[in-house]
């Protein structure tokens, strides 16, 4: 594949310059990113026992890309680099592997747009199907193949794609094919105050298993109880989906309704019967819904954002025998505040694909030039009404002046830590988590922000207090220090109270920015829009170096 | 609709039903299991029903490996014994590593290129039927000798060659021990009183296999003898639920530092 990706750029190289363009004639873009960790064992914080932190001592992440675009056509490929990752298998896993991770050739003839190689894309808010890449999730599951999109109006264009889902260096081997009609109206009223506008659009994605897939759900299936068993199921599975953005003056509503066709999916929550015993953990075999829907109003300083979602059995992935965050064809909008604060953002709840019924209100209103404030409300239950999470968040902003800012805050929280992390005879989780945060800005180029907050929980690891101070001379520099105590600790968890404090540089200078700092990190699931990896503990030097071209 | 009507036009896999087997081929299991392991008991119970389904055909190892192997400490549910040995923990990253627990390997065997020696249990289901298939190169016959007073084994390992193969053949000779009665965490709850099988407890062999020679000849059998003094009973190390268990390998056949099993053979210590 790699030498395919070679010798196909260099062709392309060739025979732009053959036509007399040279690459000049075009625009050349790219970035690198690369994350270095340096491990130093600190066993009483569980940052031991992995290769990395017994042998390897090292670990290195990077990406280097490079774009080509020149009179609609575009060309982009990617270096891949991990040595000794933890990102794939954080449970103590070391994987080496170099290589080109994507590449592709698209260009615009006409109204025609054709693409190939490794695509990214999603249709509608992402229910039936999302190719994209969420590095620090350790996802990256681009549709290796062709896609053509051709404008059939200035306002309406159809879409379809054909291809294997890419893992790693290679690929899974279902292939996923799948169309798309997206449009938009404008209904325009000279009486009427605003214009309506209505972005409807309609997609289907069609999975087929190979025959490797097949045999390896088979020879699962095979061995299952009667009371359990699965007799028959289709190789092909149907997932279609209908949606529309709304937009009328201050308001925006987008709803969505998907429906996929029984297929066989692995539930994590049900038993499986082995002779006498049983074990969580099977196959099962239905057809899946999800029902999704935002109201949005932003006018005057007041934002209001309402979302609600119900979802039932839309596991959706390359093969069923794929867990964790592998092989997903699809994504579901996550129903939880995105929280930013060290403290507040412990506790994420991932997006529960076999089941779950969720809403969240978010309010936002500001007063003046001064004072702004923030309410948010999450709720989320599973099928059973389970509570699997609830979140009040409240936050007020206050602004005295241009060099002063005060943020004070309030947090509360319960969390399922069975569902989201799998600890077993664990209550849920249960906090209240104040913080404050001061920046002051001494002139237009040096800055201090001070963070303060603590999180009160008699559960997990126990109560947490967080400090940062973080100084800025602008253009270049920026200091972090901060530490993270766990002062009011869960002995079942810890043997003491351990500190888990950090000190950073950074140095930024034009598009260039790098890193280096001496961190120590509790173990946490770190989530990106619902979709979550569990973090290990880390103790050590982290190092980053990132650029855009 | 147009896609309901599709969809009805296609061809429903249907699942096919385990197989009877009758063979001599004994293929050997070894699950990578921990107390702390939440899934670690559905890999057990795996391959217990594995076990009885093909009886006689199926030998398994449960090694307890750091660190979920590590014993319990919560309050209530403290482990009495660890089940951790050097070995175990040895013989897991001579497989390549701790990659995550359950792990379990079947007859060493690397199957698809693309996996690690250390797989789920469901990855062995797929190739466990094609094994059972296969014409053993050896035959293994355990006899057991055990004195109940002094607590003294002695194992008679006789390997019958079936076939004529040349390699780096090992004998890989060990105790194992059922029915230890110790705390587990289980999927989502801790029990005291859990169940524990096929449990490593010591080598009788070296890890890496006692030589057997480069040639198998039918008809040229080769023997071993090993003597142990069970230690003292204290609620493990009960003889009655101990056996023995013995494979051959071919280090000549290997992906990291362990040879592809050949066969193997369990036989209690006192029948």
Request: hydrophobic share 35%.
């Amino acid at each position: 594949m790699q030498k395919l990706a070679l010798t196909f750029f260099g062709f392309f190289l060739v025979l732009w310059q053959g036509y007399g363009q040279g690459i000049t004639g075009g625009k050349v873009s790219g970035g690198l990113q690369t994350n270095l960790n340096f491990f130093m064992k600190d066993a009483s914080i569980n940052a031991a026992n992995t290769p990395q932190y017994e042998t390897q001592l090292y670990s290195a992440d990077s990406w280097l890309n490079v774009n080509y675009n020149t009179k609609g056509f575009e060309a982009g490929i990617r270096l891949d680099v991990y040595n000794h990752s933890y990102l794939f298998n954080p449970n103590g896993g070391s994987y080496t592997g170099i290589g080109i991770g994507n590449w592709y050739v698209a260009k615009q003839i006409d109204k025609l747009n054709i693409a190939g190689g490794y695509l990214y894309d999603q249709i509608g808010s992402g229910i039936i199907y999302r190719a994209y890449e969420e590095r620090p999730l350790a996802i990256d599951n681009a549709l290796f193949g062709v896609r053509a999109s051709y404008d059939l109006t200035p306002n309406w264009r159809v879409k379809g794609f054909t291809g294997q889902q890419k893992f790693q260096f290679d690929r899974y081997g279902a292939i996923i094919k799948g169309a798309s009609i997206d449009g938009f109206i404008t209904v325009s009223d000279s009486a009427a105050k605003h214009t309506l506008t209505l972005s409807p659009g309609a997609g289907v994605v069609a999975r087929t298993f190979d025959n490797p897939t097949i045999e390896g759900i088979n020879n699962v299936l095979k061995y299952y109880e009667p009371i359990d068993s699965i007799a028959t199921y289709k190789s092909n599975t149907y997932a279609m989906t209908v949606y529309n953005t709304l937009s009328y003056g201050p308001f925006t509503l987008y709803t969505e309704a998907a429906y996929k066709t029984p297929e066989v999916m692995y539930s994590p929550t049900e038993f499986r019967h082995i002779g006498l015993d049983s074990s969580a953990g099977k196959f099962i075999k239905a057809a899946g819904t999800v029902f999704y829907g935002s109201l949005s109003y932003a006018d005057h300083g007041l934002g209001i954002n309402i979302e609600g979602k119900r979802t039932k059995n839309f596991s959706f992935r390359t093969d069923p025998n794929l867990l964790l965050n592998r092989g997903l064809i699809n994504y579901i909008p996550a129903m939880s505040r995105v929280n930013t604060y060290r403290l507040t953002s412990r506790y994420n709840p991932a997006i529960q694909f076999m089941g779950e019924y969720a809403f969240q209100v978010d309010v936002q209103y500001r007063f003046n030039d001064h004072w702004n404030a923030l309410i948010n409300y999450s709720h989320i239950n599973d099928l059973n009404d389970v509570k699997l999470y609830r979140e009040i968040y409240g936050e007020v902003t206050f602004k005295p002046n241009k060099k002063n800012q005060f943020i004070l805050g309030l947090q509360r929280q319960e969390y399922n830590q069975y569902i989201y992390e799998g600890k077993v005879s664990v209550p849920n989780v249960e906090t209240f988590t104040p913080y404050i945060e001061y920046l002051h800005k001494f002139n237009r180029k040096t800055a201090i922000r001070v963070e303060g907050s603590m999180m009160a929980t008699r559960q997990d690891y126990g109560s947490w207090a967080f400090g940062l101070v973080e100084l800025t001379i602008a253009p270049h520099w920026s200091f972090v220090i901060a530490d993270m105590y766990n002062y009011d600790y869960n002995p079942e968890k810890t043997k003491k109270a351990n500190n888990y404090p950090s000190i950073i540089a950074f140095y930024t200078r034009g598009s260039n920015r790098f890193s280096l700092g001496y961190i120590k990190q509790v173990e946490g699931i770190v989530c990106t829009g619902g979709i979550c990896r569990y973090e290990p503990a880390f103790s050590g030097v982290k190092a980053t170096v990132s650029t855009t071209f | 609709m147009a896609l309901g009507l599709w969809s009805c036009q296609e061809t429903e896999i249907v699942v096919p039903r385990v197989k009877e087997i009758v063979s001599d081929r004994v293929v050997l299991i070894e699950d990578f299991t921990g107390v702390q392991c939440t899934n670690c008991p559905n890999a057990s119970r795996e391959i217990s029903s594995l076990a009885h389904k093909y009886n006689g055909n199926v030998v398994a190892i449960a090694y307890h490996t750091d660190f979920l192997g590590l014993p319990i400490t919560k309050d209530g549910y403290k482990s009495k014994y660890n089940f951790t040995t050097p070995d175990g923990n040895l013989l897991e990253e001579e497989m390549g590593g701790y990659q995550g627990k359950p792990a379990v390997t079947l007859n060493r065997k690397l199957y698809d290129a693309q996996q690690e020696y250390l797989l789920t249990s469901s990855s062995i289901l797929g190739n466990i039927e094609s094994e059972l298939r296969s014409i053993p190169r050896v035959v293994i016959d355990i006899e057991n000798q055990y004195d109940a007073e002094t607590r003294k084994l002695r194992t008679k390992v006789d390997i019958k060659p079936q076939a004529v193969a040349s390699g780096d053949f090992r004998l890989h000779v060990c105790i194992t021990e059922d029915k230890i009665i110790d705390s587990q965490i289980d999927n989502i709850v801790y029990v005291k009183d859990y169940e524990h099988n096929h449990v490593f407890r010591t080598m009788l062999s070296t890890l890496a296999g006692d030589i057997l020679g480069t040639d198998l000849v039918p008809g040229s059998n080769l023997s071993r003898t090993y003597e142990y003094t069970l230690p003292p009973e204290a609620g493990w190390w009960v003889a009655s639920h101990c056996n023995v268990v013995a494979f051959v390998t071919d280090l000549s056949q290997k992906a990291f530092n362990v040879g592809a099993v050949l066969q193997a053979a369990e036989k209690h210590v006192i029948e």
